[in-house]
């Protein structure tokens, strides 16, 4: 969520607001801003967040998981939701499914944080150490759109 300002009474109001709290005019999205919006997903390193727009970090996610060679699910823009899935490796029958959750934390400003679950198959009833595994590919997927972002 952004803050423009109103165009009538000039009052910082979401972007997300179809009308003005204060004065009731109806939300235009004329922002100068549109300038300043960012075309290229970066890495920070000192604050740990990715800059960009949610659009340019979910890309950022896909690609990284495409270096990888890893299966993506699907990508929502919206929910800045990434899910993939890897193959099958040591100790893990079925491979694992990961997601990457980006949260806008401010303006062109984005935090990831991964998730990871074993995929379970028939028969497969005790796997070894497979939460560590399942996670440690989650921040292999992240670890890999830092180094996409420097
Ligand atoms: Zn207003």
């Given at each position: 969520m952004a803050l423009i300002n109103c165009t009538e009474c000039n009052r910082e109001i979401s972007d997300?607001?179809?009308?003005?709290?204060?004065?009731?005019a109806p939300v235009v999205?004329?922002?100068?801003e549109s300038t300043n919006t960012p075309t290229k997903a970066t890495y920070n390193r000192n604050t740990d967040t990715f800059s960009g727009t949610k659009l340019l970090i979910v890309k950022l996610a896909m690609k990284a998981i495409q270096e990888i060679g890893w299966k993506l699910d699907q990508a929502n823009e919206n929910l800045g939701l990434v899910t993939f899935q890897t193959g099958v490796t040591w100790g893990s029958w079925s491979g694992v499914s990961c997601s990457l959750n980006i949260e806008e934390i401010k303006e062109f400003e984005f935090r990831v944080t991964g998730t990871g679950k074993q995929n379970l198959s028939g028969g497969q009833l005790i796997a070894l150490n497979i939460g560590n595994e399942a996670q440690s590919k989650a921040r292999k997927a992240i670890d890999m759109m830092k180094e996409l972002g420097k």
């Open positions: 997300k607001a179809q009308t003005c709290p204060g004065c009731g999205f004329v922002s100068e």
